[in-house]
């Protein structure tokens, strides 16, 4: 069996910690289903991610910011998606990922675009602790829309009471 044929077939890739800085020629893995590229600080080349079949992607602490946000926004096949400890801003990209089951936010700096995460209706979990410039608001309305979704609060650790 050669490398084509190897890589034709390969579906998941963990390098959580490994140092990767680049996801370049990742799109030589055309089944991939999950990757794992958390605690990966300073990771760059999401666009080559954009067109695989993913279906589990886990970037904590890898540095994504709003415009990696943008190009997760696009991969809808995605159903368990990680950004815990990044800078993103305004998340709303995330609302076209309708087949997501999973979704976990945990201090991500997060500043808006939670209430139009009501897309999500498959969600069973959606993680937003430790992100205190995220409105109140949000959440309510998040949690009005999806009632069957267990719906983290937003910054429990600095007083307020969102629910």
């Known amino acids: 069996m050669g490398w084509n044929e190897i890589a034709e077939r390969f579906s998941g890739l963990d390098c959580s910690g490994a140092g990767v800085l680049s996801l370049e020629g990742i799109e030589a893995l055309p089944a991939l289903e999950l ?18 079949p993913l279906r589990y992607l886990f970037l904590g602490e890898a540095d994504i910011d709003q415009e990696g946000v943008e190009i997760i926004g696009s991969i809808v096949t995605l159903e368990e998606l990680e950004l ?4 993103l801003g305004n998340v709303s990209a995330l609302s076209s990922l309708v087949n997501m089951r999973r ?3 945990s201090g991500a700096g997060i500043t808006a675009g939670v209430a139009q995460l009501s897309t999500l ?25 999806l009632p069957n979704a267990s719906i983290s609060p937003v910054s429990p650790e600095v007083g307020r009471d969102c629910r």
């Open 35 to 52: 990757l794992d590229m958390a605690r990966n600080p300073g990771l760059g080349g999401l666009e080559h991610i954009a067109d695989l």
């Open 121 to 145: 209706t498959n969600a069973t979990t959606i993680s937003l602790t430790g992100n205190p410039n995220s409105p109140c608001e949000d959440l309510a309305s998040l949690q009005e829309s």
């Open 103 to 105: 979704l976990l936010l």
């Open 84 to 87: 815990a400890g990044n800078d």
